[in-house]
């Protein structure tokens, strides 16, 4: 398990107390536990072979500080390298920096948490004494619609109405035109979902994003379904674009690997994680606290 993966670095690392620099035979094994401990956390295999390479080559050669026992010495650089794969420090915040009412659009797979996050990021913009529009577009699902509508009266926050009979166009249309004369600052789109991805959910969701022209694209993930997650977060970054991630469900077991497979792969940062299904369960993303989950 990779609670023990320090416990497991000291043990590797016995044997190097008093030598004076970490040799190529010294790191290998270490890096064996680093790369199974990371993909047990679901990062994607590539991604994890790229980044044990870069901690080798970086090790390889470190000098055995008398302060620090070895195996807490890779621990440090490992961490360091993950923290600085997720992006380091780098801002996360919403860009809403365009003439209100700013759009974002929340893309993803059924089930992945798209409905819950839009009332959850529409409670953390109201918190910011943000005025947010929630615009149920899954006119397939029109339990969907009503969900929004559910979590749009808890949270005291506007819903506008949608009919599962419109086109998700005219809805975006309209919407818009609704936000703009209503005072809003921001619309929050709910966009429909698939099983997997096929080539009319992307048309469509292309089509709302050419209308919409949202400040942001966010992929709703759910970090419970792994490595799945990083190719599904690459084909909706390949046809629209996506600008950031959230990713869902981390009060479960799930280690949450897939949001250093998704940073690595799209170049796309994740903006915030879901916590639970109450709406005030999104906490936004700091990578120092992902990575010490995965090292455990
Ligand atoms: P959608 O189909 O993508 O719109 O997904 P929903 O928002 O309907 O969410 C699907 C299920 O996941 C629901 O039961 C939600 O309560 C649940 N869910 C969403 N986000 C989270 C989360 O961060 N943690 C947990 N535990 N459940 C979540």
């Known amino acids: 398990m990779f609670a023990t993966l320090s416990d497991k670095l000291d043990l590797v690392f016995k044997k190097l107390r008093?030598?004076?620099?970490?040799?190529?035979?010294?790191?290998?094994?270490?890096?064996?536990e680093v790369r199974l401990a990371l993909l047990e956390a679901d990062v994607n295999f590539k991604v994890v072979k790229d980044f044990v390479e870069k901690v080798?080559?970086?090790?390889?050669?470190?000098?055995?500080?008398?302060?620090l026992a070895?195996?807490?010495?890779?621990?440090?650089?490992?961490?360091?390298?993950?923290?600085?794969?997720?992006?380091?420090s780098e801002d996360?915040?919403?860009d809403l920096a365009a003439k209100p009412p700013v759009a974002i659009m929340l893309v993803g797979l059924q089930g992945a948490g798209k409905t819950t996050s839009c009332g959850k990021?529409?409670?953390?913009?109201?918190?910011?004494?943000?005025?947010?529009l929630l615009v149920p577009a899954d006119v397939y699902r029109?339990?969907?619609?009503?969900?929004?509508?559910?979590?749009?009266?808890?949270?005291?926050?506007?819903?506008?109405?949608?009919?599962?009979?419109?086109?998700?166009?005219?809805?975006?249309?309209?919407?818009?035109?609704?936000a703009t004369l209503n005072g809003f600052d921001v619309i929050i789109f709910d966009t429909a979902g698939r099983h997997q991805i096929d080539d009319y959910l992307m048309e469509e969701l292309e089509g709302i994003r050419d209308e919409l022209a949202p400040r942001e694209i966010l992929f709703v993930a759910d970090a419970m379904t792994g490595q799945e997650a990083v190719n599904v977060a690459?084909?909706?970054?390949?046809?629209?674009?996506?600008?950031?991630v959230i990713l869902t469900k981390l009060d479960g077991d799930a280690k949450g690997g897939a949001a250093l497979s998704i940073k690595a792969v799209t170049g796309k940062p994740v903006k915030f994680v879901g916590l639970g299904e109450k709406l005030d369960a999104l906490d936004v993303f700091h990578a120092d606290r992902l990575v010490s989950r995965i090292l455990g």
């Open 18 to 32: 008093g030598q004076g620099v970490m040799t190529e035979d010294n790191v290998k094994d270490a890096l064996r």
């Open 56 to 67: 080798r080559s970086r090790a390889v050669g470190t000098e055995v500080l008398q302060s």
């Open 70 to 88: 070895p195996g807490q010495q890779v621990i440090k650089i490992v961490h360091d390298e993950l923290v600085l794969l997720m992006g380091g």
């Open 92 to 94: 996360n915040s919403l």
């Open 121 to 132: 990021l529409a409670k953390h913009l109201k918190g910011q004494r943000k005025k947010p």
């Open 142 to 178: 029109p339990a969907a619609i009503e969900q929004l509508k559910v979590l749009g009266r808890q949270l005291d926050i506007e819903v506008f109405n949608s009919l599962a009979t419109q086109k998700p166009l005219d809805i975006c249309r309209e919407a818009h035109r609704y």
């Open 234 to 244: 690459q084909g909706f970054n390949e046809r629209l674009g996506i600008t950031g």
